[in-house]
């Protein structure tokens, strides 16, 4: 079975432009988190999306934002990038349901890398 | 008061030797914590997951919970040069949604 994959596996970019990183759940999985991790620095949650809706969103501005297609995979975008994101970007799935307040396991992808120059 | 608190270590422990790891979290309502594994440069891998009070075992890995104190705790067994790796406890935190609250990681070394 195929894990969760992201696309690109690097992606360098320069200060104001706008970087797309994508990610495909594991079959089945229709729930697709998106996380933050800086150097050095602990996972930060991005958002989370299920069934196409945004869920729910970490503290961060609006210029990160993303979306959902029908097929579950998901999309991140950052607009006006800053020198402070770069950072590796992880995406991970989990099933949809949550049974009786019990989190679902989230299966984590490889990352995509994002420097800003 | 940080929601979740992990050692940063770096811990280092002899290969063969058991491997403490601890976390404690401030949300009293969290009711299911999962362990992550990640070494440099890679995303974060699952170890294992624990719902109740007590230990849970998984081959070299044991998980404890204790919730009355807020503490979960993972040990590995026979610890190898392979486990060198930073350890993240993820508690599920009550009223967070379905996104998981990530400690900082305890940094493991096992020496040879």
């Known amino acids: 079975e195929a894990g969760v994959t992201q696309s690109p596996t690097h992606l360098i970019k320069t200060r104001g432009q706008q970087a797309t990183l994508r990610c495909s759940p594991i079959?089945?999985?229709?729930?697709v988190y998106w996380y933050q991790q800086a150097l050095g620095l602990g996972l930060q949650f991005l958002l989370w999306?299920?069934?196409?809706?945004?869920?729910n969103r970490g503290n961060f501005p609006p210029r990160f934002s993303g979306r959902q297609f029908p097929n579950y995979s998901s999309e991140l975008n950052v607009n006006a990038l800053e020198l402070e994101d770069s950072a590796l970007y992880l995406c991970?799935?989990?099933?949809?349901?949550?049974?009786?307040?019990?989190?679902?396991?989230?299966?984590f992808g490889p990352g995509t890398r994002l420097t800003v120059l | 008061q940080k929601e979740v608190e992990q050692n940063s270590g770096p811990l280092s422990v002899p290969e063969g030797a058991i491997a403490s790891l601890n976390c404690t979290y401030s949300?009293?309502?969290?009711?299911?914590f999962f362990w992550y594994r990640q070494y440099s440069g890679k995303s974060p891998e699952l170890i294992m997951f624990?719902?109740?009070?007590g230990d849970k075992e998984d081959g070299r890995f044991t998980a404890q919970l204790n919730k009355a104190s807020q503490y979960v705790s993972l040990l590995i067994r026979d610890s190898q040069p392979s486990d060198s790796a930073t350890y993240l406890c993820?508690?599920?935190?009550?009223?967070?949604?379905?996104?998981?609250?990530f400690g900082s990681g305890t940094q493991l070394t096992v020496l040879p």
């Open positions: 991970a799935s989990s099933l949809a349901y949550e049974r009786a307040g019990v989190a679902d396991t989230q299966y």
């Open positions: 079959s089945g999985h229709t729930s």
């Open positions: 999306y299920d069934e196409g809706e945004e869920r």
């Open positions: 949300d009293r309502g969290s009711q299911s």
């Open positions: 624990i719902y109740s009070n």
């Open positions: 993820a508690p599920h935190l009550a009223g967070s949604a379905r996104q998981l609250t």
